[in-house]
């Protein structure tokens, strides 16, 4: 019994574009992290707050630790926030950071990647690259199935 119709060249396409979209997710993420490196304003700041998140039932590892962290504008303004992927082993409630943010929306765009904390970079990337090379092989066996290579 075929569930979906064209069988295994219509899986190919369809996990191929999702995965791939998750691909182009990932590289949008490092992009604007990179951006704010670059470009943004930089401040000090610490992280104010380390919790565990439920991710909901059905989860394999249904908590997860979140960081918040906490930083003054240059015209005086204290911003909360959290961030992706700190880093392998996180950081200490009250340890210092830098921050990177854009000085229109600094509660929104806001990062601490940078010296000592390359989590935010490096996990973007490597779903990139890795969801990219599979969406890739996926979308050249569907190419190859229909008889287009």
């Known amino acids: 019994m075929q569930i979906l119709p064209g069988g ?3 899986f190919l396409l369809l996990f191929g574009l999702l995965l791939g979209a998750f691909a182009v997710r990932s590289a949008l993420r490092l992009n604007r992290v990179l951006r704010l490196v670059r470009r943004g304003e930089h401040a000090e700041g610490r992280c104010a707050d380390r919790r565990t998140v439920d991710r909901g039932p059905g989860m394999e590892r249904s908590y997860a630790t979140e960081y918040v962290f906490a930083f003054r ?3 005086g303004r204290e911003i909360e926030f959290t961030d992706h992927a ?3 082993f996180g950081f200490e409630v009250g340890a210092p950071v830098r921050v990177s943010y ?3 929306d600094p509660a929104r ?3 601490v990647a940078g010296p000592g ?3 935010p970079v490096l996990m973007p990337a ?3 690259i890795v969801l990219g090379a599979f969406a890739v ?4 066996g569907f190419a190859a199935m229909r008889g287009w290579l």
């Open 109 to 111: 765009k806001a990062t």
């Open 8 to 10: 295994t060249a219509t």
């Open 102 to 104: 854009d000085p229109a």
């Open 73 to 75: 504008t240059r015209d």
């Open 86 to 88: 700190p880093g392998p």
């Open 137 to 140: 092989g996926l979308l050249l």
């Open 117 to 119: 904390a390359w989590g």
């Open 126 to 128: 490597v779903f990139a």
